[in-house]
Nanobody, 124 residues
C-alpha cells in the first residue's frame, strides 16, 4: 500500500520561498508518476507539477512555470517542490499524489494515492 507524507508548508511573505517534500513508501512497479496539486478555499483542486518516477520528464501548470521546480530523490523515495517568488494566489493546501498515469497528464484521475496535504500561506 502506497503512503505519502507531505512536509514543509508554512507561512511566507510574497516573494519568498518554500520547499515542500513528499516521502513515499510502498511504491509499486505500477506507480509511474508523482505530482503536486493544490486547493484554495472555495476552489477546485488544481494541478501544479508532476515528475516521472523512472527516467526523465516533468510537467508544470502555466501559473507556476519558471517559479516552481519539482525534483525527486530516488534513494529516499522523496519528491520535492521548490517554490520561489511566491504570490498570495499560491495560498492553498498542497497535496502530494502518486499514480499510474503519465506525467504529462494534468488531471487528478491519473493518481490513485494522495497525501494528507500541507498548508501554504503567502501573505502580501
Amino acid at each position: 500500500q502506497v503512503q505519502l507524507v507531505e512536509s514543509g508548508g508554512g507561512l511566507v511573505q510574497a516573494g519568498g520561498s518554500l520547499r515542500l517534500s513528499c516521502a513515499a513508501s510502498g511504491l509499486t512497479s505500477s506507480t509511474s508518476t508523482m505530482g503536486w496539486f493544490r486547493q484554495a478555499p472555495g476552489k477546485e483542486r488544481e494541478f501544479v507539477a508532476a515528475i516521472r518516477i523512472r527516467g526523465t520528464g516533468t510537467a508544470y501548470a502555466d501559473s507556476v512555470k519558471g517559479r516552481f521546480t519539482i525534483s525527486r530523490d530516488n534513494d529516499k523515495n522523496t519528491v520535492h517542490l521548490q517554490m520561489n517568488t511566491l504570490k498570495p494566489e499560491d495560498t492553498a493546501v498542497y497535496y502530494c499524489a502518486a499514480g499510474p498515469g503519465a506525467f504529462w497528464r494534468r488531471s487528478h484521475d491519473g493518481y490513485d494515492t494522495w497525501g494528507q496535504g500541507t498548508q501554504v500561506t503567502v501573505s502580501s
